[in-house]
């Protein structure tokens, strides 16, 4: 089984190639941001409490995060050659919860991939993007912010999993294609 975790600041990328690594390695892709947004959508009362972290750039709770997750991990990870998780684990205490989860699943994380991008195309890439998105988290104090909460909560995930040996940085800068081959390397080298 091939279980990525597809990592990196807002904007690097990772619901983009996500899409890209679905359909080439026929994994189920589950992003906590999506799986939040459309609780937003549906106004749910989950939803509109999560919209409240999400607009002004801050992480929701981590029990929410669980309570969304853990089931869907549970039911992803049955018959399928793998998940691609995107947007989580988000600080160490998730990943923590993770391996956790992984390991009463008789599972394991295969690598964590961390899309590198520089600060000011994250910035272009996400404005352009708040044009037509609709995210409330699309306009640039929240994005400053998002990238504020991604150097000082999500960065330290890569060094949790450095120490077990599952961490590749990927250059995602170039375009969508360029960025796709130097993952597929990555992928490849550890099926
Ligand atoms: P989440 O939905 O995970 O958002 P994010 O990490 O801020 O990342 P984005 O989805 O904005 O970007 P992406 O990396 O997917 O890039 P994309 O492919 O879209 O989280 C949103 C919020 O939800 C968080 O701030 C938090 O509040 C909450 N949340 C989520 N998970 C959580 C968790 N686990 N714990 C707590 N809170 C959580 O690309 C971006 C744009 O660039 C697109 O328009 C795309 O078309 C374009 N693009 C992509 N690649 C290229 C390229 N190579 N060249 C040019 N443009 C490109
Ligand atoms: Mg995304």
Same mark, same amino acid.
């Given at each position: 089984?091939?279980?990525?975790?597809?990592?990196? /600041?807002?904007?690097?990328?990772?619901?983009?190639?996500?899409?890209?690594?679905?359909?080439?390695?026929?994994?189920?892709?589950?992003?906590?941001?999506?799986?939040?947004?459309?609780?937003?959508?549906?106004?749910?009362?989950?939803?509109?409490?999560?919209?409240?972290?999400?607009?002004?750039?801050?992480?929701?709770?981590?029990?929410?995060?669980?309570?969304?997750?853990?089931? /869907?991990?549970?039911?992803?990870?049955?018959?399928?050659?793998?998940?691609?998780?995107?947007?989580?684990?988000?600080?160490? /205490?998730?990943? *923590?919860?993770?391996?956790?989860?992984?390991?009463?699943?008789?599972?394991?994380?295969?690598?964590?991939?961390?899309?590198?991008?520089?600060?000011?195309? #994250?910035?272009?890439? #996400?404005?352009?993007?708040?044009?037509?998105?609709?995210?409330?988290?699309?306009?640039?104090?929240?994005?400053?912010?998002?990238?504020?909460?991604? *150097?000082?909560? +999500? %960065?330290?995930?890569?060094?949790?999993?450095?120490?077990?040996?599952?961490? %590749?940085?990927?250059?995602?800068?170039? +375009?969508?294609?360029?960025?796709?081959?130097?993952?597929?390397?990555?992928?490849?080298?550890?099926?």
């Amino acid at each position: 089984m091939l279980n990525i975790i597809i990592c990196g /600041a807002p904007g690097c990328g990772k619901g983009t190639q996500s899409d890209l690594m679905v359909k080439k390695y026929m994994l189920k892709h589950l992003s906590t941001g999506d799986l939040l947004r459309s609780e937003i959508a549906e106004r749910s009362e989950l939803g509109l409490e999560a919209e409240s972290y999400i607009s002004k750039g801050n992480l929701v709770p981590d029990k929410m995060i669980f309570d969304i997750l853990s089931k /869907a991990i549970a039911e992803q990870t049955r018959n399928t050659n793998g998940i691609i998780l995107d947007g989580f684990p988000r600080n160490v /205490a998730q990943a *923590e919860a993770l391996e956790a989860l992984m390991a009463s699943l008789n599972k394991e994380i295969t690598v964590l991939i961390d899309l590198k991008v520089d600060n000011q195309e #994250l910035i272009n890439r #996400l404005l352009i993007r708040g044009e037509t998105s609709g995210r409330c988290d699309d306009n640039l104090e929240t994005i400053k912010k998002r990238l504020e909460v991604y *150097e000082n909560k +999500t %960065a330290p995930v890569s060094a949790f999993y450095k120490t077990k040996n599952k961490y %590749a940085a990927v250059n995602g800068m170039g +375009t969508i294609d360029e960025i796709f081959g130097r993952i597929s390397s990555v992928i490849d080298s550890k099926r």
